[in-house]
């Protein structure tokens, strides 16, 4: 009998439209039927939250950590006309400005000063003061999911757009982003100077795919840019300057709608999230410690024709999202519409964070490592470290990933129990229900250790009566 497939509760199951990261992944903020909140993203605890009435929001976007979201309205009733794009001020607890264009907005993204929004053919950009002025405005092909991406680092000035052919994308250069405002005394050194100007002048359009983009993402630098089409196998990275493809990594062989896309702080690594349920992490350098795993065929490529699929790269850890149902319809659309009536137990977001390594064999207790925290649309939130070996070591503060995950929650899901009982759509780069002994016996031969990453901590949000 597994218990733990059940979330036993007496009050309904929480019903989230919207939840997102700010661009550090130090907050996070959600909408619900009853309003939206901000979340410190770990440790996690409830900031703030707001009760609406009148209606439901379909996008809450921070802009940082500041007391300043937009708010766009959708659902069935939205509190908002869905053509509008409000500020607000939480602070004052009220809306301070609002943008309104003829059509629906789509789509959002923000930086210290400056809004970009996606419309169903273009995207307007807008300068952010003591009062809100209109940049510049750009044409797309058709962009029904708003998709749009903005550097957000100090004088980082890029931002991806769809291009006017379907599956290209455009790179627009804005006026670098200023650093943050310091609370602390001002300090005695000058600010350092800005990043030198490319030497090349840098590319505008980059032709990623030949189908329909499905996600963009940018690191806070700008330096790289992530794409996925609507296939959902292959994710591309790509230089943001010279255009040129840095890395193609293969997260399936079976169509699937990828969510997202989240670059490592150090750009070193990426995590990307499907309808799969499953989060799969690639290496993006050579030599760290952790290799992206590649067919068995592969050192025959100097010497055969071989497809592309077998120079393929596949992602070296993985994590199942487990389901809190006992069902789950395999027949269903892989998306469904924000503020949906029902809940869509597949889709989440993923962000980095640093957390003290829980290893125990550590030589240097309290050493930081990079973690993922999970958020689904259910009201979950993750907390999981990579594999140990996935940790490239560091000439002066080495750190180190823990071996088996220690659950801090009371009555947290059983990961193996309810990821196994879960049906998925096959999937070469997934871990099936049953281990085929052949490839155990050759990871033993390998000495490698487990690609699955390990919950560390798991925890409810989204109610405004606790966690759940």
Same mark, same amino acid.
């Given at each position: 009998?597994?218990?733990?497939?059940?979330?036993?509760?007496?009050?309904?199951?929480?019903?989230?439209?919207?939840?997102?990261? #700010?661009?550090? =992944?130090?907050?996070?903020?959600?909408? /619900?039927?009853?309003?939206?909140?901000?979340?410190?993203?770990?440790?996690?605890?409830?900031?703030?939250?707001?009760?609406?009435?009148?209606?439901?929001? =379909?996008?809450?976007?921070?802009?940082?950590?500041?007391? +300043?979201?937009?708010?766009?309205?959708?659902?069935?009733? &939205?509190?908002?006309?869905?053509?509008?794009?409000?500020?607000?001020?939480?602070?004052?607890?009220?809306?301070?400005?609002?943008?309104?264009?003829?059509?629906?907005?789509?789509?959002?993204?923000?930086?210290?000063?400056?809004?970009?929004?996606? +419309?169903?053919?273009?995207?307007?950009?807008?300068?952010?003061?003591?009062?809100?002025?209109?940049?510049?405005?750009?044409?797309?092909?058709?962009?029904?999911?708003?998709?749009?991406?903005?550097?957000?680092?100090?004088?980082?000035?890029?931002?991806?757009?769809?291009?006017?052919?379907?599956?290209?994308?455009? +790179?627009?250069?804005?006026?670098?982003?200023?650093?943050?405002?310091?609370?602390?005394?001002?300090?005695?050194?000058?600010?350092?100077?800005?990043?030198?100007?490319?030497?090349?002048?840098?590319?505008?359009?980059?032709?990623?795919?030949?189908?329909?983009?499905?996600? +963009?993402?940018?690191?806070?630098?700008?330096?790289?840019?992530?794409?996925?089409?609507?296939?959902?196998?292959?994710?591309?990275?790509? #230089?943001?300057?010279?255009?040129?493809?840095?890395?193609?990594?293969?997260?399936?062989?079976?169509?699937?709608?990828?969510?997202?896309?989240?670059?490592?702080?150090?750009?070193?690594?990426?995590?990307?999230?499907?309808?799969?349920?499953?989060?799969?992490?690639?290496?993006?350098?050579?030599?760290?410690?952790?290799?992206?795993?590649?067919?068995?065929?592969?050192?025959?490529?100097?010497?055969?024709?071989?497809?592309?699929?077998?120079?393929?790269?596949?992602?070296?850890?993985?994590?199942?999202?487990?389901?809190?149902?006992?069902?789950?319809?395999?027949?269903? &659309?892989?998306?469904?519409? &924000? /503020?949906?009536?029902?809940?869509?137990?597949?889709? =989440?977001?993923?962000?980095?964070?640093?957390?003290?390594?829980?290893?125990?064999?550590?030589?240097?207790?309290?050493?930081? $490592?990079?973690?993922?925290?999970?958020?689904?649309?259910?009201?979950?939130?993750?907390?999981?470290?990579?594999?140990?070996?996935?940790?490239?070591?560091?000439?002066?503060?080495?750190?180190?990933?823990?071996?088996?995950?220690?659950?801090?929650?009371?009555?947290?899901?059983?990961?193996?129990?309810?990821?196994?009982?879960?049906?998925?759509?096959?999937?070469?780069?997934?871990?099936?229900?049953?281990?085929?002994?052949?490839?155990?016996? $050759?990871?033993?031969?390998?000495?490698?250790?487990?690609?699955?990453?390990?919950?560390?901590?798991?925890?409810?949000?989204?109610?405004?009566?606790?966690?759940?």
């Amino acid at each position: 009998m597994n218990l733990a497939r059940h979330s036993i509760s007496s009050t309904a199951p929480v019903l989230i439209f919207d939840v997102r990261f #700010d661009p550090d =992944c130090h907050i996070f903020t959600t909408s /619900t039927q009853a309003g939206f909140a901000v979340y410190r993203a770990w440790p996690l605890q409830l900031l703030r939250k707001r009760e609406l009435t009148g209606g439901t929001l =379909c996008m809450v976007v921070p802009l940082h950590t500041s007391s +300043l979201l937009f708010l766009v309205g959708g659902g069935r009733s &939205p509190r908002y006309p869905p053509n509008k794009a409000i500020l607000w001020d939480d602070a004052l607890g009220r809306e301070v400005a609002e943008l309104e264009f003829r059509e629906r907005v789509r789509g959002l993204a923000c930086r210290r000063g400056w809004l970009a929004v996606a +419309l169903r053919r273009r995207v307007v950009v807008f300068k952010l003061g003591t009062e809100i002025s209109r940049y510049g405005e750009w044409d797309t092909c058709d962009n029904p999911r708003g998709l749009l991406a903005i550097a957000t680092a100090t004088h980082s000035t890029l931002l991806a757009i769809p291009g006017r052919q379907m599956g290209h994308v455009q +790179l627009v250069h804005l006026p670098p982003c200023p650093p943050p405002e310091s609370l602390d005394p001002p300090s005695s050194l000058p600010p350092g100077p800005p990043p030198p100007p490319p030497t090349k002048h840098p590319v505008s359009i980059i032709a990623a795919h030949t189908t329909a983009l499905n996600t +963009l993402s940018v690191p806070p630098s700008g330096h790289f840019l992530a794409t996925t089409s609507e296939r959902g196998t292959l994710i591309r990275v790509w #230089d943001s300057t010279t255009g040129t493809l840095v890395r193609e990594l293969r997260r399936g062989s079976d169509k699937a709608e990828i969510y997202g896309v989240a670059f490592r702080p150090d750009e070193r690594e990426v995590c990307v999230w499907s309808d799969k349920g499953t989060v799969h992490v690639f290496s993006l350098v050579g030599g760290s410690g952790s290799s992206n795993r590649q067919s068995t065929f592969s050192p025959l490529k100097p010497f055969i024709p071989l497809p592309t699929y077998f120079h393929s790269e596949w992602s070296y850890a993985q994590y199942h999202i487990p389901s809190q149902s006992s069902h789950i319809s395999l027949s269903a &659309p892989p998306s469904r519409p &924000p /503020t949906a009536d029902d809940i869509d137990e597949e889709k =989440c977001v993923v962000g980095w964070i640093q957390a003290p390594s829980n290893n125990q064999d550590d030589s240097s207790q309290g050493a930081m $490592e990079h973690q993922l925290i999970a958020l689904t649309y259910t009201g979950g939130w993750y907390r999981l470290s990579l594999p140990r070996s996935s940790i490239p070591p560091k000439s002066a503060t080495p750190t180190h990933h823990p071996t088996s995950g220690t659950v801090i929650s009371a009555s947290p899901p059983s990961i193996r129990a309810i990821s196994m009982t879960r049906p998925r759509s096959g999937s070469v780069s997934s871990f099936g229900t049953r281990i085929d002994k052949g490839k155990e016996r $050759e990871r033993e031969r390998e000495g490698k250790e487990s690609r699955e990453c390990a919950l560390q901590e798991f925890r409810r949000f989204g109610r405004w009566d606790g966690w759940g």
